[in-house]
């Protein structure tokens, strides 16, 4: 009975000094709802330029073509060791035929077409497009596949597209860590220093608890239950705007004649309660301590 009567006792104190302190409570708030906006935003661009990168990099495949002495079913039966070569996820076999006709299809109607009409299946090679894990691997790929895989007479890829797909990944990479680190600093440290504002005002009321006997967890308590309730509060007012910016940016990014394929927001959602609640929670209650320690000594 004495826990919980000490429990109420601080939600009560704690829940009072949120509505006592008014504003200093609303600029706690809005502090920690601003910074972990910000934060998220940095977190959601960066988290969705890594998957636009990825789908690009699926697109992005290197063709292998099979030496022109082999016939179409030994160019077929080389499938199998072209997919053993380690970065490989997947190889799509396109026979002499195949390549021909999607010649036609694509050179149909063109001045092209007109100049090679003699050009027949046996003058195209089979060969394999195929799609990688991990294009910062590319250059060692096509050296395995060349060397690794007989009856490959030549591969062709893009090096410069995929290094610049892996630049750019590791560029966003490290700017959004930085600004996130920066921004959590940034945050702990206003909250600190706003909270102090909070205790200020109470000093007094701290230094006579202090000077009658009472314990320093028993004074601490309810400024830390304080300052739960407001990084909560700071992190459920930033879920929910996040939760309406991405929305609209959603909308905004399909007005666009090319597709921009964000991630739904259900895909980020849980990831994002957890990490705003918990730095809500950490600043919140870390400010808190920080700041009503100096008061404590009488």
Not at 1 to 16: N, V
Not at 21 to 31: D, K, M, P, R, W
Not at 70 to 83: F, K, S, V, Y
């Amino acid at each position: 009975m004495r826990f919980f009567s000490k429990l109420g006792y601080y939600l009560k104190e704690g829940i009072a000094g949120v509505l006592v302190h008014g504003f200093l409570s609303f600029a706690s708030v809005f502090i920690i709802s601003a910074c972990l906006l910000i934060m998220g935003c940095f977190a959601l661009v960066a988290v969705n330029i890594d998957h636009i990168i990825d789908q690009y990099e699926s697109e992005n495949k290197i063709v292998a073509f099979v030496d022109e002495n082999l016939t179409d079913e030994d160019a077929l039966a080389l499938g199998a060791a072209i997919e053993g070569v380690s970065n490989i996820r997947g190889a799509q076999f396109i026979s002499r035929e195949d390549a021909y006709l999607r010649y036609l299809d694509t050179y149909a109607n063109s001045e092209m077409a007109r100049m090679f009409s003699a050009i027949s299946p046996s003058t195209f090679r089979s060969r394999y497009t195929i799609t990688l894990v991990d294009l910062a691997l590319t250059e060692a790929t096509v050296n395995d596949l060349v060397n690794d895989v007989p009856g490959i007479a030549e591969v062709v890829a893009h090096l410069e597209i995929s290094r610049g797909f892996v630049t750019v990944r590791n560029v966003v990479g490290i700017v959004s860590i930085a600004l996130v680190i920066i921004l959590f600093v940034v945050s702990v440290f206003m909250m600190t220093n706003t909270v102090k504002l909070t205790t200020f005002s109470r000093r007094e009321e701290i230094g006579i608890m202090r000077m009658v006997g009472a314990t320093s967890m028993f004074i601490r308590w309810p400024f830390i239950v304080e300052g739960l309730i407001l990084g909560l509060l700071g992190s459920a007012i930033a879920f929910c705007v996040q939760w309406g910016l991405y929305q609209f940016a959603t909308q905004w990014a399909q007005t666009f004649s090319f597709s921009i394929g964000l991630l739904p927001f259900g895909l980020v959602a849980l990831p994002l309660i957890a990490v705003f609640g918990g730095i809500g929670i950490l600043v919140g209650i870390g400010g808190s301590v920080t700041a009503i320690k100096n008061y404590l000594k009488v």
